[in-house]
Structures are given as structure tokens and as C-alpha cells.
């Protein structure tokens, strides 16, 4: 079946624009993730929508940063007036439940570049 | 809130070699752990993951991992490593308690080479 899927794979931007960056999570999944990987920072989590409750934005490291879901399902990071410091891969997963114990289904990962 | 250290930031080892790639986490329940795999260009694919009960668990690609408690330890392992098995290796930590419902925390990662 289809797995998470995420685009665009590689966004170049200047300094200063705002960029969107989107997931589609497998279908049917209640939790959905967001986290940035940076060169040999491992993996920083920035927000995680756990169905219909209030979304867990305790990550986001600015307010230019922002995500939506739409629908319980599509979901899209927002992040404004771009800085070098963003450049980034930024990877979504889902998971069939909310929970600790439920593993993480990773897309591909967009790579962000800010110039 | 829950954390993880992965000591090794590169190993390299000879095909054919064992491994074991080490993990420390901090948490302070019983943690729910995870090994993840990244190819380069890739999403990260789960290895394994321990709950509860046995306290050795067997992932994919012939990686197993056994979780310490008194050692706050989860090692990855494998008997014998194929060239294929190069990539980065991440441990992770998930919790169901207080303001990290629900979230899985990760290591740094660890860099595998193969040598032919």
C-alpha cells in the first residue's frame, strides 16, 4: 500500500520567503508528525497532531513556524520569512494510533535549503 | 521528560564482522524503544521495538536488541554485518506519561560503515 508521501523532496528558497512543505499520511492514520533533521542533530521533533485533540506544538522553534491538518488527514508546515538556520530535511510521519507505543511510518523527507 | 544518548557518533566494521551499536535512554517509567534504520536520501524504517514481556527482542534484516533496565540500555546488534547494513541508526524513546504523551524522542544517530 501507499506509504507517507511528502513534497516537494527538495525546496530551494531565499532567505526571508515563506515556504509550505506537505504530507500525506497513510489513510486511516490518527497521529501524524513532524520533525527536523539537521546535519548530525538527529532527529527534533516539532509537532505531532494526535486526532481530534489539540495539536502538540511544543517543538515549533519559533512562531514562523506553523502546521495545519486538514480534514484528519493532509497536512502541511508553514514556515515564514525563511532563515539559513532552517535549512533542514524536514520529515512527517503517521502512526495507525496515538500513544508511545505505536512506531512511526516515515516519508522521504523534504530538503529544505535556504540561500 | 524522556531522552536518549547514542555514544557512537561513526562505527565502521568489516562485512562479515559483528555489531552492536549502543543506546542509553532516560525515562522514568517503563519506556517503550525503538531502533530505526535511514538509508541515505531516505525515510527512517523501523527495526524493532520492545514493550514489555522479553526483554531480547528480534527485528528485520537479522538485528535483535535486548533491553537492560539496570543499565538503561537498549543495544542493537547484529551476528553478522552485509555491506548493506550501511546507514544511520537511530534509537528512540516513546512515553504515554505527562507532556510527552505520545511522542517519540531520538538519539543522534549512529553512522554505520562496512568495509568489504
Known amino acids: 500500500g501507499a506509504g507517507v508521501s511528502q513534497s516537494p523532496s527538495n525546496k530551494v528558497t531565499e532567505k526571508g520567503k515563506d515556504v509550505e512543505l506537505r504530507c500525506d499520511p497513510i489513510s486511516g492514520h490518527t497521529a501524524l508528525y513532524w520533525y527536523r533533521q539537521s546535519l548530525g542533530q538527529g532527529l527534533e521533533f516539532l509537532i505531532y497532531f494526535q486526532g481530534n485533540s489539540a495539536p502538540d506544538k511544543s517543538g515549533l522553534p519559533s512562531d514562523r513556524f506553523s502546521a495545519e491538518r486538514t480534514g484528519g488527514s493532509v497536512s502541511t508546515l508553514t514556515i515564514q520569512r525563511t532563515q539559513q538556520e532552517d535549512s533542514a530535511v524536514y520529515l512527517c510521519?503517521?502512526?495507525?494510533?496515538?500513544?508511545?507505543?505505536?512506531?512511526?511510518?516515515f516519508g522521504n523527507g523534504t530538503r529544505l535549503t535556504v540561500t | 521528560a524522556q531522552s536518549v544518548t547514542q555514544p557512537d557518533i561513526h562505527i565502521t566494521v568489516s562485512e562479515g564482522a559483528s555489531l552492536e551499536l549502543r543506546c542509553n535512554y532516560s525515562y522514568g517509567a517503563t519506556p517503550y524503544l525503538f531502533w530505526y534504520v535511514q538509508s541515505p536520501g531516505q525515510g527512517l524504517q523501523l527495526l524493532l521495538k520492545?514493550?514489555?514481556?522479553?526483554?531480547l527482542v528480534q527485528g528485520i534484516k537479522g538485528f535483535e536488541a535486548e533491553f537492560k533496565r539496570s543499565q538503561s540500555s537498549f543495544n542493537l546488534r547484529k551476528p553478522s554485518v552485509h555491506w548493506s547494513d550501511a546507514a544511520e541508526y537511530f534509537c528512540?524513546?516513546?512515553?504515554?506519561?505527562?507532556?510527552?504523551?505520545?511522542?517519540?524522542?531520538f538519539g543522534q544517530g549512529t553512522i554505520l560503515t562496512v568495509h568489504p
Open positions: 510521519a503517521s502512526s495507525p494510533r496515538t500513544g508511545g507505543n505505536s512506531p512511526l511510518h
Open positions: 528512540a524513546v516513546g512515553a504515554d506519561g505527562g507532556t510527552s504523551y505520545g511522542k517519540l524522542t
Open positions: 520492545y514493550f514489555s514481556g522479553d526483554t
